[in-house]
């Protein structure tokens, strides 16, 4: 799981200070999201995991509810031309889960997979491209952006911060 960080485009965090903040972020992340990017998102309960991911939705042209998959752990979506997936692994339990849920196959190289709670399948999730690291302040959120591949570091070269 722990990988070198191989660029930081960010060293400061991105001040999200309301959820207008994390959509206008999410519609900048949305220009740049490529086929087969795998994308962490950490932080901890209500910290905008989702929220980030609703909104990126959104911003691709989505109209359709987006659930939390708190209890599926998996939804999938297509939209302009992409594949989500989103997973919420907060609920994951085990190695044998992961092999029966057929989880590893949704990591082609083709879908983009944002996964809430990575470190609930640390081992058995492909590495990560990209993390979102998500902190709760007093007024809103920030976020920390890390690149951990080539093809993560050109899809935060072109966000603000
Ligand atoms: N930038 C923001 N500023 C203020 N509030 C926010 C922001 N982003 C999200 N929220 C609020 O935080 C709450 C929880 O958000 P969300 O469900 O996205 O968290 P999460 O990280 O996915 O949590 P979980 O780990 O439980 O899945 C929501 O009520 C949402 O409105
Ligand atoms: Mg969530």
Request: charged share 20%; net charge negative; hydrophobic share 40%.
């Amino acid at each position: 799981m722990r990988c070198p960080v191989l660029h930081e485009p960010n060293h400061n965090p991105i001040a999200l200070p309301d959820e207008a903040a994390t959509a206008a972020f999410a519609t900048s992340l949305a220009k740049m999201l490529r086929p087969g990017l795998v994308i962490y998102l950490r932080g901890n309960l209500g910290a905008g995991k989702t929220t980030l991911v609703r909104a990126l939705l959104q911003a691709l042209g989505y109209d359709g509810r987006v659930k939390s998959p708190t209890y599926t752990l998996l939804e999938r979506y297509e939209v302009a031309g992409l594949h989500l997936r989103h997973f919420d692994l907060y609920r994951f339990r085990d190695a044998e889960e992961w092999e029966g849920s057929g989880f590893r196959d949704e990591f082609d190289g083709s879908n983009i997979c944002l996964v809430e709670w990575p470190e609930q399948a640390a081992g058995l999730l492909p590495p990560a491209d990209i993390s979102l690291t998500f902190e709760i302040l007093q007024d809103g959120r920030e976020v920390l952006l890390h690149a951990y591949t080539p093809a993560g570091q050109t899809c935060l070269s072109a966000l603000p911060g």
